[in-house]
Nanobody
Framework: VQLQASGGGLVQAGGSLRLSCAASGRTFSSCTVGWARQAPGKEREFVAIVWSGGSTNYADSVKGRFTISRDNAQKKVYLQMNSLKPEDTAVYYC?????????????????WGQGTLVTVSS
């Protein structure tokens, strides 16, 4: 599985951005896919994942503000980010695991996109 993320940029606090991730590979629909982020000096953390069955999981810090979705026919994953805060500033990565029910642990994901920078100004 190869992943290509896009959609990052500079936005003011309270604004919105939509990240997209295009995937290749025949096994996409059976993979767990998600978005992780890494801020300077911090560890990479998952913000949202969507399992192969469509169920989702969110980090507490983004619940109610971010929405992850997947389109298996188009092999794409999206992250809609609303009510953005300066603390959401980070490089965002899309990731995939061959496990259909992988936990939100970066060690479980063998496929990563190149990252896209999101900067939220106050």
């Amino acid at each position: 599985v190869q992943l290509q993320a896009s959609g990052g940029g500079l936005v003011q606090a309270g604004g919105s951005l939509r990240l997209s991730c295009a995937a290749s590979g025949r096994t996409f629909s059976s993979c767990t896919v998600g978005w992780a982020r890494q801020a300077p000096g911090k560890e990479r953390e998952f913000v949202a994942i969507v399992w192969s069955g469509g169920s989702t999981n969110y980090a507490d810090s983004v619940k109610g503000r971010f929405t992850i979705s997947r389109d298996n026919a188009q092999k794409k994953v999206y992250l809609q980010m609303n009510s953005l805060k300066p603390e959401d500033t980070a490089v965002y990565y899309c990731a995939a695991s061959r496990r259909s029910w992988a936990p939100p642990d970066p060690a479980e994901y063998g496929y990563w996109g190149q990252g896209t920078l999101v900067t939220v100004s106050s």
